[in-house]
């Protein structure tokens, strides 16, 4: 497992990264993407575009030439689609087409259906992005993504590989399996997934319904412990939390994800072949900051799930668990570099 820890290869990926954003300077950067600054000072997407996909109409955001290849970049909770505005001008910049799509749950994404169920496991959340995939008429993309989104995009990779030509994961492989979860944890263990059992609880969804901005305020804090975020950026981001499904879908993905309740039996098999932990074939950059306060794997306990091209890197200088937001240029050089392994 190769890491940026080794001064060979520290040298070797600054050296690229610098190559590679020499290439177009940072006005032009800026300017290839679909984003404005806001008169709180907080850069957003603009002009956000919608689809019909499987379940969903998606809100999305799109930047870069139509003819590139693509990078589809996905978010987690309880984040949302800024967590790639810094991300997403540099990939425009080097001749990506780059997508980035609110999950279920998430700012203007809706459910197609009043009656569909608000599902949040992780078997859907991956179909959701393989029907937008199909929608766009997406062969084949880059996938780049943290918390949730990398479980969603390890589980596309595994299941999907001929979607994938590359994969880009914060923390690793983290496809999850309820029957393995609900097993109890050392107490150090327990106490990191608190959240999880507080939305477990009655009283759980009913706190996190009442203040939900409040709470995944909190849960930045705590995940990014020296991360300096201001009101605006956060804002920015907690507008996305207002969509009428977000409650239930994080309720029962949480819920979901230690057997205490049922999914779809639609995704039965899914749900089978992923609780093998089956491996992961396709190129592959795992990345790590130093400062990462969420519950997160090793890199040395996930490396051999990675049986294709793989490398790990590993960032320092408190870099949190909104790895892309607090490193973008590290994090879209990795996009970058993934099919080049």
Known sequence: MNSLNSPTRRRSFLGSAALSLAIAPIGSLLATSARAATSDGATRFESLKTINA?????????????????????????????????????????GYRVIVPYLR?????????????????????????IALMDALGIRQAVLGAFDWGARTACIIAAIWPERVAGLVSVSGYLIGNPQANAKPQSPAAEFAWWYQSYLATDRGRDGYAANPAAFNRFIWQQASPKWQFDDATYLR????????????IVVHNYRWRIALVQGESRFDALEARLATAPNITV???????????????????????????????????????????????????????????
Do not use: C
Request: hydrophobic residues 40%; negative net charge.
């Open 237 to 248: 981001s907690a507008q996305s939390f207002d969509n009428p499904d977000h409650v239930a």
């Open 105 to 129: 749950g998430y700012g203007g994404t809706r459910f197609l259906s009043a009656d569909s169920f608000r599902n949040g496991q992780q078997g859907a959340v991956a179909q959701d992005i």
């Open 283 to 341: 190129p592959t950059i795992t990345m790590e900051g130093d400062a990462n306060g969420a519950p997160h794997p090793a890199p040395a306990a996930y490396a051999k799930k990675f049986s294709g091209k793989y490398q790990h890197r590993n960032l320092d200088g408190g870099i949190g668990h909104n790895l892309p937001q607090e490193a973008p240029a590290a994090f879209a050089q990795a996009v970058i570099d993934v099919t080049r392994l």
């Open 54 to 94: 499987g379940d969903l109409r998606v809100e999305y955001a799109e930047a870069g030439p139509a003819n590139g290849p693509v990078a589809i970049l996905l978010h987690g909770w309880p984040y949302d689609i800024h967590a790639f505005v810094d991300v997403a001008p540099r990939l425009a910049a080097a």
